[in-house]
């Protein structure tokens, strides 16, 4: 079974466009992230959400709307998009132990591709 | 600005060979070192290191935190092609709002 699983695993579109990526996780983690990892293969943390509540909001533009519906689900929405969202989005998803995170365990990736 | 810098960016060994991939932090409110194997996709869990000065390992992986120079290395030893791979170290911050911070990591390449 997928521990954390993202739909589509490839997403081509023109500019301008609307889309939305899923991401869904059954480790039973209480905090979700997502990552833009760029063509340099920087990673680079978007978003965090811990039990549907916001935590982390990296400078990310308004473009972007992260929504968490339950604790084992985190969407990523991008409004019109651009040719520099390119990029491979990963989700990731830890638990709150010991009163820190722990690791955190990735998702499989999405490739986007602005066109 | 929170920054990790890993060293060095790129490595060709050949099989056999015992490689040492470095990683130093400058992170607001530190509180661990992880280190991450990426190949084709996602980024898979190799280590974390809380405390300094205590080696974890893992097979022929290892990896140390030293907390004082603000850095961590990552050994593989007599490696293979199947080390093959871009590793990933990320400092780990609390207190609120709480991230892992990526390198650019290595990318090891190991010829058979």
């Known amino acids: 079974d997928t521990a954390v699983s993202q739909t589509p695993k490839y997403l081509v579109t023109q500019m301008g466009n609307d889309k939305s990526i899923k991401c869904e996780q059954n480790l039973g983690h209480d905090t979700m992230y997502w990552y833009k990892q760029d063509s340099k293969k920087f990673l680079k943390i978007m978003f965090s959400?811990?039990?549907?509540?916001?935590?982390i909001n990296e400078t990310v533009p308004n473009r972007f709307s992260p929504k968490s519906p339950d604790k084992a689900h985190l969407n990523l929405h991008i409004n019109s998009l651009e040719l520099g969202d390119s990029a491979v989005y990963f989700c990731a998803s830890s638990q709150w132990r010991g009163g820190a995170y722990n690791e955190q365990f990735f998702g499989p990736g999405t490739r986007l591709t602005v066109l | 600005e929170d920054k990790v810098v890993q060293s060095p960016l790129s490595l060709v060994v050949h099989e056999g060979d015992t490689v040492t991939l470095n990683c130093s932090y400058e992170?607001?409110?530190?509180?661990?070192l992880l280190w991450y194997k990426q190949e084709k996709k996602a980024p898979t869990f190799l280590f974390m290191l809380t405390s300094s000065g205590i080696e974890k390992k893992s097979g022929r992986l290892s990896s140390i935190l030293d907390k004082k120079e603000l850095s961590s290395i990552l050994n593989i030893t007599a490696t293979q092609t199947g080390d093959s791979a871009i590793y990933l170290c990320a400092a780990g911050t609390q207190g609120g709002s709480e991230k892992l911070v990526f390198g650019k990591g290595t990318k090891l390449t190991v010829n058979p």
């Open positions: 959400y811990n039990n549907k509540e916001l935590i």
């Open positions: 992170v607001t409110n530190f509180r661990s």
